[in-house]
């Protein structure tokens, strides 16, 4: 017996470094392909700027409209020099952060109410569809009589876009739940409270913090859209007195500066979404 046991072991050891050797060309086959994917997504950035920037300077396009990349640093650099910049996109900012965090608790604690009274889920379910296919720039002008021209009417109506798709994609992934699940918690005498909290809201967490990842975008979309509408103040209010003026560098200025936060923002609740389901 303790002449067998010696193989035995040694190939347990063996399986093992294999298994290791295996694991870390793995891990570095994935942290080559990260690289590629980054560098090659760089190059392309830098290939569209370049290109852009000759464009504007060799008067490929019409510099008026299109502006080029050079003018456009230049502007949000004298822009964030003289202070005009920072009223504008804390602004916005903080718009879109509230109407991104309530957009999601909303629509989330609106899912799991219609999912816990199946009566009510059938009496909002024509009129989510409804309000979800309404543009939402035509009930910009309600908000504004209601709400006022200001931080409220925009945040209400970045909540109009994003609460919806919220509810609509939450709910789903609450149905979407094994129900094999839900039948072992009955059986066990679980009631409708054990089952959301040992089966349906566990499963969905994945979609749930996903979701975060859409509002984000949806967010932006509402924000910009109420300040097009009423705003005073705010990047969505810089692209508008851009067009106005015929400033189209500033307009171009703005959307760039979108899309860094906007970027930024998404990378952010990326890592958040990362963290919260490896803790998991």
Same mark, same amino acid.
């Given at each position: *017996? ?39 997504? +760089?190059? /392309? ?8 920037? +000759? ?9 008026? !409209? ?5 003018? /456009? ?17 804390? *602004? ?8 991104? #965090?309530?957009?999601?608790? $909303?629509?989330?604690? #609106? ?12 009496? +909002? ?14 009930? @910009? ?13 925009? $945040? ?7 609460? /919806?798709?919220?509810? #609509? ?19 066990? @005498? @679980? ?8 089966? !349906? ?6 979609? !749930? ?13 509402? $924000? !910009?859209v109420g300040e097009f509408l009423v705003a005073k103040i705010g990047l969505g209010y810089l692209i508008v007195y851009g067009f106005q003026v015929f400033n189209f560098t500033l307009v171009l200025s703005s959307l760039v500066i979108i899309a860094i936060v906007a970027t930024a923002m998404y990378q952010l609740v990326v890592y /958040? ?8």
């Open positions: *017996m303790e002449g067998g046991s010696e193989p035995l072991t040694g190939g347990k050891n063996m399986d093992a470094e294999w298994i290791n050797e295996k694991w870390r060309e793995h891990t570095k086959n994935k942290k080559v392909s990260s690289r590629l994917v980054w560098s090659t997504q +760089l190059a /392309i950035l830098i290939a569209c700027i370049v290109l852009w920037e +000759l464009a504007g300077r060799l008067r490929w396009v019409d510099v008026l !409209i299109f502006s080029y990349p050079s003018k /456009i640093g230049r502007q949000i650099v004298n822009d964030a020099l003289n202070g005009e910049l920072w009223p504008h996109l804390a *602004m916005t900012v903080g718009e879109t952060v509230v109407g991104f #965090l309530l957009g999601t608790l $909303v629509g989330t604690l #609106l899912a799991v109410l219609i999912w816990w009274s199946p009566f009510l889920s059938k009496v +909002l379910d024509p009129y989510m569809v409804v309000f979800n296919s309404m543009p939402k720039v035509a009930l @910009g002008p309600i908000f504004i009589v209601l709400f006022g021209a200001g931080f409220t009417a925009i $945040v209400i109506t970045t909540l109009s876009i994003t609460v /919806i798709v919220t509810t #609509l994609v939450v709910f789903n992934s609450f149905n979407e739940v094994d129900r094999n699940y839900i039948k072992v918690i009955r059986t066990f @005498g @679980g009631n409708r409270r054990d089952i959301f909290l040992k089966a !349906i809201f566990p499963a969905s967490f994945p979609t !749930i913090v996903s979701t975060l990842k859409v509002n984000v975008g949806m967010a932006w979309v509402g $924000v !910009i /958040i979404e990362r963290k919260l389901i490896r803790e998991r």
